[in-house]
């Protein structure tokens, strides 16, 4: 499998914790989506993925975008450890989860939507990720054990990790979430969630390595 990312994409970070979980072994191809004007943007990548978006996924034959989409195709080649449950109820609760973190809160402070706002880019994306995360509070305090869903990582928790380091990067007061606060520090101890991190990429710069 070859793997286009960026060391900072969180959707990125995603399929990469997956394939650090599932023991998938992969070649990275770095995407940068900042330098030269955004690396996504070249002819080259725009054949590979017409969204010109990072992750992409070369696997068994085919190429895959969108990181949901990734994820659900490694968890029906390589069940093991499973990230969706068994439990039909909790299953889409992670599903729940997984999209409301991917649909509702990632999109809204993404790279392309702040290059729009100018000098208002902090503020807004500090809107975005706090109104996404009190419903999220409310959401895990019925759905948590040890982590979003229950004792068994899913899904939904690939989505959560990211999505707080972008949180700490634009700086959102953490204080107010400590459901996600708990479960974000738990999944940060498990190996494949350090592996994957954007300190410890292939093109993760030299000043911001773990």
Same mark, same amino acid.
């Given at each position: 499998?070859?793997?286009?990312?960026?060391?900072r994409?969180?959707?990125?970070?995603r399929v =990469?914790?997956? +394939?650090?979980?599932?023991?998938i072994?992969?070649?990275?191809?770095?995407?940068? #989506?900042?330098? /030269?004007g955004?690396?996504?943007?070249?002819?080259?990548f725009?054949?590979?993925n017409?969204?010109?978006?990072?992750?992409?996924l070369?696997?068994?034959? *085919?190429? +895959?975008?969108?990181? +949901?989409?990734?994820?659900?195709y490694?968890?029906e080649?390589?069940?093991?450890? =499973?990230?969706?449950p068994?439990?039909?109820? @909790?299953?889409?609760q !992670? =599903?729940?989860?997984a999209?409301? *973190?991917?649909?509702?809160i990632?999109? #809204?402070?993404n790279?392309? !939507?702040?290059k729009?706002?100018?000098? @208002?880019?902090?503020?807004?994306?500090q809107n975005?990720?706090?109104?996404?995360f009190?419903a999220?509070?409310?959401i &895990?305090?019925?759905?948590?054990? %040890?982590y979003?869903?229950? /004792?068994?990582?899913s899904?939904?928790?690939?989505? &959560? !990790?990211?999505?707080? $380091?972008? $949180?700490?990067r634009?700086?959102?007061d953490?204080g107010p979430y400590?459901?996600?606060t %708990? *479960?974000?520090?738990? &999944?940060?101890e498990l190996?494949a969630f350090? *592996?994957?991190h954007?300190? %410890?990429?292939?093109?993760?710069?030299?000043?911001l390595r $773990?």
């Amino acid at each position: 499998p070859i793997l286009y990312s960026y060391f900072r994409s969180s959707c990125s970070w995603r399929v =990469r914790i997956a +394939l650090a979980l599932k023991g998938i072994s992969y070649d990275l191809v770095p995407v940068n #989506l900042i330098k /030269d004007g955004g690396q996504q943007f070249s002819a080259e990548f725009k054949a590979l993925n017409p969204m010109q978006q990072v992750p992409a996924l070369k696997i068994d034959g *085919i190429t +895959l975008s969108q990181s +949901l989409a990734i994820i659900n195709y490694l968890e029906e080649t390589h069940p093991n450890p =499973r990230l969706l449950p068994q439990d039909p109820k @909790k299953r889409a609760q !992670v =599903r729940m989860i997984a999209d409301h *973190i991917a649909s509702g809160i990632q999109p #809204l402070q993404n790279l392309s !939507v702040l290059k729009q706002m100018g000098e @208002k880019k902090m503020e807004w994306a500090q809107n975005c990720i706090t109104s996404g995360f009190q419903a999220l509070e409310q959401i &895990l305090q019925n759905t948590a054990g %040890r982590y979003c869903v229950g /004792d068994e990582v899913s899904m939904a928790d690939l989505c &959560l !990790v990211p999505q707080v $380091a972008n $949180a700490e990067r634009f700086k959102v007061d953490m204080g107010p979430y400590p459901t996600i606060t %708990r *479960i974000n520090k738990a &999944l940060l101890e498990l190996e494949a969630f350090k *592996i994957s991190h954007p300190s %410890r990429q292939p093109d993760t710069p030299a000043e911001l390595r $773990a």
